[in-house]
Nanobody
């Protein structure tokens, strides 16, 4: 099982990026998928999660209204549209899959991608 995250980069404050995460090796169409991030010297933190059933996506308060998570079950992929980026959004972003509950906690997820760097300059 492999999760491949992409789409990170360097952007100015106020800009946008779209992260993608493609899964291979098994289908995650019946599992929740999420995004986490880790800034230097900080713990990994929850960003957003989405279920295959269509319940309202979950977001961290710090990104609510700016980030949008979506998924394409046919492509076995999850996306994170990030708008109005701030310097404090700078981090390595990880996609995760396989959670069946407690979606805000990293330990709930069975599979992780390698991470993609997002850097927001002021």
């Amino acid at each position: 099982v492999q999760l491949q995250a992409s789409g990170g980069g360097l952007v100015q404050a106020g800009g946008s990026l779209r992260l993608s995460c493609a899964a291979s090796g098994r289908t995650f169409s019946s599992s929740s998928m999420g995004w986490f991030r880790q800034a230097p010297g900080k713990e990994r933190e929850f960003v957003a999660a989405i279920s295959w059933t269509g319940w309202i996506p979950l977001y961290a308060d710090s990104v609510k209204g700016r980030f949008t998570i979506s998924r394409d079950n046919a492509k076995n992929a999850v996306y994170l549209q990030m708008n109005s980026l701030k310097p404090e959004d700078t981090a390595v972003y990880y996609c995760a899959a396989g959670a069946s509950g407690a979606y805000r906690f990293a330990a709930s997820y069975d599979y992780w991608g390698q991470g993609t760097q997002v850097t927001v300059s002021s």
